[in-house]
Nanobody, 124 residues
Framework: QVQLVESGGGLVQAGGSLRLSCAASGLAFSNYAMGWFRQAPGKEREFVATVSGSGSITTYADSVKGRFTISRDNAKNTVYLQMNSLKPEDTAVYSC?????????????????WGQGTQVTVSS
């Protein structure tokens, strides 16, 4: 069974940093593009960032570009999201996802597998 488990969420002050991790199991990790998505209360899920299977290609939502960095360690079956200069509007549940197509995942907001998510709260 495929399992994606996020960790690293929490409460931070505006301007602070946080690093999310997603540990994957039950799949050929390097064959999947990975992504981070978020959902705030009362809003639809939105794309944050994706990374190709090899880690060589990354995409970012305009709202986080320059502040967030997605990366992966295929030897550890783990994908990361480094979040800097956090803003209150970044507050959301952040979910890890595995799918096919680095760009397609971002554009279509779809994936094959999803984690349960981790809460990120940014205070003013």
């Amino acid at each position: 069974q495929v399992q994606l488990v996020e960790s690293g969420g929490g409460l931070v002050q505006a301007g602070g940093s946080l690093r999310l991790s997603c540990a994957a199991s039950g799949l050929a990790f390097s064959n999947y593009a990975m992504g981070w998505f978020r959902q705030a209360p009362g809003k639809e899920r939105e794309f944050v960032a994706t990374v190709s299977g090899s880690g060589s290609i990354t995409t970012y939502a305009d709202s986080v570009k320059g502040r967030f960095t997605i990366s992966r360690d295929n030897a550890k079956n783990t994908v990361y999201l480094q979040m800097n200069s956090l803003k209150p509007e970044d507050t959301a549940v952040y979910s890890c996802a595995a799918g096919h197509g680095t760009y397609a995942m971002a554009q279509k907001n779809v994936a094959n597998y999803w984690g349960q998510g981790t809460q990120v709260t940014v205070s003013s």
